[in-house]
């Protein structure tokens, strides 16, 4: 019997750079809050900060054009 071949996976999203990273530092409690909700989603916690700053920087980007 022959084995499927699979496409190889990576853990970084699709269109993000391997470059370099961006550290954060949150406190305790935030962190705490990242933790339960990425267990919540069955993510990562890594994943789940990334999604959050993505929502977020939209926000942000859309108060700016608001105020230009």
């Keep these: 019997m022959k084995q499927i071949i699979h496409d190889t996976r990576s853990r970084t999203p699709r269109n993000t750079a391997t470059g370099p990273r961006l550290p954060l ?9 990242v933790d339960k909700m990425a267990a919540r989603e069955q993510r990562s916690s890594s994943n789940m900060a990334r999604l959050i700053f993505l ?10 054009n608001q105020t230009a």
């Excluded at 929502?55 to 700016?64: H, M, P, W």
Aim: hydrophobic share 25%.
């Design 55 to 64: 929502r977020g920087l939209e926000i942000v980007q859309q108060e700016q």
């Design 25 to 33: 530092r949150l406190s305790p409690e935030e962190r705490a809050t």
